[in-house]
Nanobody, 117 residues
Framework: QVQLVESGGGLVQPGGSLRLSCAAS????????MGWYRQAPGKQRELVAY???????NYADTVKGRFTISRDNAKNTVYLQMNSLKPEDTAVYYC???????????WGQGTQVTVSS
C-alpha cells in the first residue's frame, strides 16, 4: 500500500522560502517517480516538479530557477525547496508518486502554501 505524508506548508511573505517534505512508504520509494502538483482556487491541478528514481528532475516553467526538488532515499522522503515565492504560488500542494509507465498516481493529503504580505 502506498502512503504519502506531507508537511511544511504555511504562510510566507513574497520573496520568502518554504520547504515541503513528503515521506513515502519504504516499499515503493526507491523505484517510483516522486513529485508535486499544486491546485489554486478555481484552477486545475498542475504539475510543479518531479524527480525520477534515477534522480532526473523536471520543472514547470513557472517555477524553474526558484524551486528545487530532491530526494533522500535513506529517509524515503522527497523535498520541494521553494525560494523567491510569489503570490501566484499560493495553492494546495500535493505530493504524488507513480511507477512509470503505469499511469496510476497516488496522492498525499495536500498542504496549503499561502504567499501574502
Amino acid at each position: 500500500q502506498v502512503q504519502l505524508v506531507e508537511s511544511g506548508g504555511g504562510l510566507v511573505q513574497p520573496g520568502g522560502s518554504l520547504r515541503l517534505s513528503c515521506a513515502a512508504s519504504a516499499s515503493i520509494f526507491s523505484s517510483y517517480r516522486m513529485g508535486w502538483y499544486r491546485q489554486a482556487p478555481g484552477k486545475q491541478r498542475e504539475l510543479v516538479a518531479y524527480i525520477t528514481s534515477g534522480g532526473s528532475t523536471n520543472y514547470a516553467d513557472t517555477v524553474k530557477g526558484r524551486f528545487t526538488i530532491s530526494r533522500d532515499n535513506a529517509k524515503n522522503t522527497v523535498y520541494l525547496q521553494m525560494n523567491s515565492l510569489k503570490p501566484e504560488d499560493t495553492a494546495v500542494y500535493y505530493c504524488y508518486t507513480r511507477k512509470v509507465p503505469d499511469p496510476a498516481h497516488y496522492w498525499g493529503q495536500g498542504t496549503q502554501v499561502t504567499v501574502s504580505s
